[in-house]
């Protein structure tokens, strides 16, 4: 319980993606680890019927003097971890400011209206050069990519944990990771759980940050 | 430790908002919990079944809120302490019973724990559940953040000891849904033996029959009962004021609101200008406490989800004490300050409080901001809700819509609650025509089948869930069956209470806790009934097709079960059934003819279409390998294989 200073306080992330792709387990580890240390921690998230294909966002409140709203104010989040890379535009338009700072996977998953023709998906260089207009700092990572070298792509939520704490926001690393999960896992899980975290933690730190 | 054992008090966890009530009503050593699942209220029942693995306590899933809601007061008048969970829709099923248990009275502390759903972030709905603590004279509890969840839901089993009545606890998705820090209280061993004692006189509260007549002076004593309880939360800790002496305005809130009031104040630095007053026990209203910090200023914002309730009860105590507290300038819903749908969040306080004290506050940069939105409209498109890749919903609604389209009549189908809701949209292929309450398709359809002496020709179908079968539409298929309407009813089963979260439910074998329990099968209750019984697996496609157009030529009470267990089941889930792929030689893109019949028209997310190459191809993250989509393909481009199990 000797929670250090953090870069703002309360430091606000959101952790968005699409339903099905480990939003919510992600959020949850990352407080309780940052939980454990001694912050106050508070979680917002939409899940239920919105898992069906729609946009998931959970929002992460860091604090060192109390719990805050579950829902961040318009215009004040400080990082923007997206497990799919048009989700993270889709957040920065409400929570976005200048100095935002955007960690990005770069697997598109298409929306239905996209699948039928009605929609356009933009191309990754889209999506870079305008996360690059909006953001402070964007790092851009295959992690659903190095996940299905692991044996699954699910695992691409955890490459992005890795990735967080790699980038240095947040007071926290693998062994953290390692603790946390030991508590509700199987030693084989755990094994693959950290092979991706380290790989995120390398990845972050051989990404060109735009 | 899990926090439902941990004895260590003070111990401190993150926990969400459902868990902290959890650990509350295990402190308060409660016996009997009973629900029916709904979001955002499903994980306090599981969680109490983690907890019975070690602790005394019975834990059910019922077949409804109203039957939940007995089985819990049957504990209570046995002496136990109990706990009925739902989500606001519950209430409404279990209005009925409730009415009569205010009447009653209790014994053994219980507690009906509604969580509110303001958004419908997870509903169809956005109906507020709090009206009916005033309209059946019942008290009402609102937690203001995670920790009172906690030591306000123990504190609620000894109100209603006290007071010999049911207490409503109300929690909303941002608390339910929403974690936060709690400290841990004591936690004792659980004890009480049940006995219903009515030996005694009727009316006797401790030892008496218990029944609600004569009825005049019942109620007498549960307003008796209400008077009791303002005196109690007069003192409340729950109620709360932050703020200075004399604020130029008081904010007046509850529940999550008081989060977002909390933030609001400070993101404008208004913490010498604004106080809050947050109340845990919103009714009764404590009028002398409310009177007392209405004397501390001349204007008043309400916060609150989602209609006027803290208001309108506020007001009429304004009204009251005006000669003592004096005239005040209210904002809220009723003038238009504050929305009157959907949820709060901090901005729109932030907006009130900044037009109220004329103070500057800037959230985004309207440069930034307009540019973000640009790129927000050209780059992010907009994600419809779908069903899950190999979802058997999707398959159904296929055969559904196929079917009536060949059948060629306007025929159209009815239905109700459960992820089959979305049938109205696009990746149900519209089909589904009416969406209501549990149960209401197949009773919507009974009026229907009984129009045709007024000309009425259409084929009229209903589609309702396993679980739902068992919570409401029973009745609805004995109207429909006795009344002789002509309608085809079709069970949707995909094994479980899917959309919560897997609940079992009386078709399923197994308990709370996950031991044995005996099923009852829809198709013997159906049988029993007089109807003709089909099945189908909605994965078979050209089957289930050709069996719902025989079944539409035909006339009484045809059931179809179209049978094929959720995608998500912890049976199903990461194992693919197929490996399917599509041949790109084979798939002739546009100039096929089928204009894109696959992606158009299907919109499975698993399989897309690649405009670099102008083709259809599986998405191998995505595709869960139900291999429905090969029988869709005119020029039979998709290809499923066996995968290796």
Same mark, same amino acid.
């Given at each position: 319980m000797n929670a250090g200073n953090l870069i703002h306080d309360p430091y606000n992330a959101i952790i968005t993606g699409?339903?099905?792709?480990?939003?919510?387990?992600?959020?949850?580890?990352?407080?309780?680890?940052?939980?454990?240390?001694?912050?106050?921690?508070?979680?917002?998230?939409?899940f239920g019927v919105s898992q069906r294909g729609g946009s998931v966002m959970s929002h992460l409140r860091i604090s060192k003097k109390s719990v805050w709203s579950p829902q961040i104010p318009r215009g004040q989040a400080h990082i923007v971890v997206a497990l799919e890379p048009t989700e993270?535009?889709?957040?920065?338009?409400?929570?976005?400011?200048?100095a935002v700072r955007v960690l990005s996977n770069t697997r598109p998953i298409h929306p239905v209206g996209v699948i039928a023709g009605e929609l356009k998906y933009p191309s990754l260089d889209e999506i870079r050069a305008s996360l690059g207009?909006?953001?402070?700092?964007?790092?851009?990572?295959?992690?659903?990519?190095?996940?299905?070298?692991?044996?699954?792509?699910?695992?691409?939520?955890?490459?992005?944990?890795?990735?967080?704490?790699?980038?240095?926001?947040?007071?926290f690393n693998a062994e953290d990771f390692r603790e946390v999960i030991s508590e509700t896992m199987s030693a084989d899980k755990v094994d693959v759980n950290m092979k991706a975290f380290s790989k995120g933690e390398e990845m972050i730190k051989g990404c060109a940050v735009i | 430790m899990s926090y439902l054992f941990d004895t260590n008090e003070g111990a401190r966890y993150l926990m969400m908002g459902n868990d902290a009530i959890v650990r509350g009503a295990l402190e308060a050593n409660v016996n009997v919990a009973s629900a029916y699942p709904g979001t955002p209220s499903s994980e306090i029942i599981e969680n109490l079944s983690k907890a019975s693995q070690k602790r005394n306590i019975y834990v059910e899933w019922s077949v409804n809120e109203k039957v939940a809601l007995e089985v819990a007061f049957a504990a209570s008048i046995a002496g136990l302490r109990s706990i009925c969970a739902m989500k606001q829709n519950g209430v409404n099923v279990a209005s009925d019973f409730l009415l009569h248990v205010a009447l009653s009275g209790t014994r053994g502390g219980i507690v009906l724990l509604h969580c509110d759903d303001p958004g419908a972030l997870s509903s169809i709905n956005e109906g507020e559940s709090?009206?009916?603590?005033?309209?059946?004279?019942?008290?009402?509890?609102?937690?203001?953040?995670?920790?009172?969840?906690r030591e306000m839901t123990r504190w609620a089993f000894e109100l209603s000891e006290e007071l010999r009545s049911i207490v409503i606890m109300r929690s909303v998705t941002r608390l339910s849904h929403a974690s936060g820090n709690v400290t841990l209280g004591r936690l004792g061993?659980?004890?009480?033996?049940?006995?219903?004692?009515?030996?005694?006189?009727?009316?006797?509260?401790?030892?008496?029959?218990?029944?609600?007549?004569? @009825?005049?002076?019942?109620?007498?004593?549960?307003?008796? &009962?209400?008077?009791?309880?303002?005196?109690?939360?007069? &003192?409340?800790?729950?109620?709360?004021?932050?703020?200075?002496?004399?604020?130029?305005?008081?904010?007046?809130?509850?529940?999550?609101?008081?989060?977002?009031?909390?933030?609001? @104040?400070?993101?404008?630095?208004?913490?010498?200008?604004?106080?809050?007053?947050?109340?845990?026990?919103?009714?009764?209203?404590?009028?002398?406490?409310?009177?007392?910090?209405?004397?501390?200023?001349?204007?008043?914002?309400?916060?609150?989800?989602?209609?006027?309730?803290?208001?309108?009860?506020?007001?009429?105590?304004?009204?009251?004490t005006a000669s003592e507290v004096g005239i005040k300038k209210f904002y809220g819903k009723n003038d238009g300050t504050m929305p009157t749908i959907n949820e709060m969040n901090p901005d729109i306080v932030v907006d009130a409080v900044k037009k109220i004290l004329g103070v500057e506050y800037t959230a985004m940069d309207e440069g930034y901001a307009k540019h973000a939105k640009e790129h927000l409209a050209a780059l992010a498109p907009v994600r419809d809700l779908t069903f899950c890749p190999g979802c058997p919903h999707r398959a159904s609604f296929w055969n559904l819509h196929n079917a009536l389209a060949m059948d060629n009549r306007r025929g159209f189908v009815c239905g109700d609650i459960g992820c089959y809701t979305l049938g109205f949209l696009p990746c149900g292929f519209s089909t589904m025509k009416t969406s209501h309450s549990m149960g209401s398709g197949i009773g919507i359809a009974s009026g229907f089948g009984k129009l045709t002496q007024f000309g009425m020709d259409q084929p009229i179908l209903?589609?309702?869930?396993?679980?739902?079968?068992?919570?409401?539409?029973?009745?609805?298929?004995?109207?429909?069956?006795?009344?002789?309407?002509?309608?085809?009813?079709?069970?949707?089963?995909?094994?479980?209470?899917?959309?919560?979260?897997?609940?079992?439910?009386?078709?399923?074998?197994?308990?709370?806790?996950?031991?044995?329990?005996?099923?009852?099968?829809?198709?013997?209750?159906?049988?029993?009934?007089?109807?003709?019984?089909?099945?189908?697996?909605?994965?078979?496609?050209?089957?289930?097709q050709k069996k719902l157009l025989a079944l539409m030529q035909e006339k009484g009470a045809r059931v179809l079960i179209m049978k094929q267990m959720c995608a998500l089941s912890p049976e199903k889930k990461g194992k693919k059934?197929?490996? @399917?792929?599509?041949?790109?030689?084979?798939?002739?893109?546009?100039?096929?003819?089928?204009?894109?019949?696959?992606?158009?028209?299907?919109? *499975?997310?698993?399989?897309?279409?690649?405009?670099?190459?102008?083709?259809?191809?599986?998405?191998?993250?995505? *595709?869960?390998? *139900?291999?429905? *989509?090969?029988?869709?393909c005119p020029s039979g481009a998709i290809k499923k294989t066996e995968a290796g199990r």
């Open positions: 699409v339903g099905g792709q480990g939003n919510v387990m992600a959020s949850r580890i990352l407080g309780n680890i940052l939980s454990r240390k001694g912050y106050f921690v508070t979680i917002g998230e939409t993270a535009i889709r957040v920065i338009a409400a929570y976005g400011n200048p207009e909006l953001a402070a700092e964007v790092a851009l990572i295959d992690a659903t990519g190095e996940a299905m070298k692991l044996g699954q792509a699910i695992l691409g939520n955890v490459i992005m944990m890795g990735a967080v704490a790699g980038a240095g926001v947040l007071p | 709090r009206h009916f603590a005033r309209m059946i004279e019942l008290p009402l509890l609102e937690p203001g953040d995670f920790q009172e969840a061993t659980p004890d009480g033996k049940a006995r219903f004692k009515y030996e005694a006189v009727p009316g006797d509260p401790d030892s008496g029959p218990v029944i609600t007549m004569p @009825v005049p002076p019942h109620h007498a004593l549960l307003q008796e &009962k209400l008077k009791k309880a303002i005196a109690i939360f007069e &003192k409340s800790p729950f109620n709360t004021y932050t703020g200075p002496e004399k604020p130029e305005l008081l904010i007046i809130t509850c529940s999550a609101c008081n989060l977002y009031s909390r933030e609001a @104040v400070h993101l404008l630095n208004a913490q010498d200008r604004v106080g809050i007053l947050k109340i845990g026990t919103t009714w009764p209203l404590p009028p002398k406490l409310v009177a007392r910090h209405l004397a501390m200023t001349d204007r008043v914002l309400f916060v609150e989800e989602v209609l006027p309730f803290l208001e309108e009860n506020v007001k009429v105590i304004a009204a009251e209903a589609v309702c869930g396993d679980s739902t079968f068992f919570h409401a539409a029973i009745p609805a298929l004995v109207n429909a069956i006795h009344n002789k309407s002509d309608v085809i009813f079709v069970l949707l089963d995909n094994s479980g209470t899917a959309m919560t979260g897997f609940q079992p439910h009386p078709g399923t074998p197994l308990d709370a806790k996950g031991g044995p329990l005996p099923t009852i099968d829809p198709a013997d209750i159906c049988r029993s009934l007089g109807a003709t019984v089909e099945y189908a697996d909605p994965f078979d496609t050209d089957e289930t059934m197929f490996e @399917v792929r599509v041949d790109q030689e084979l798939c002739r893109g546009d100039t096929c003819g089928c204009s894109r019949l696959c992606t158009r028209i299907f919109r *499975c997310p698993g399989l897309v279409w690649d405009s670099n190459r102008q083709a259809a191809v599986i998405d191998e993250v995505i *595709c869960a390998g *139900c291999g429905v *989509c090969v029988s869709i």
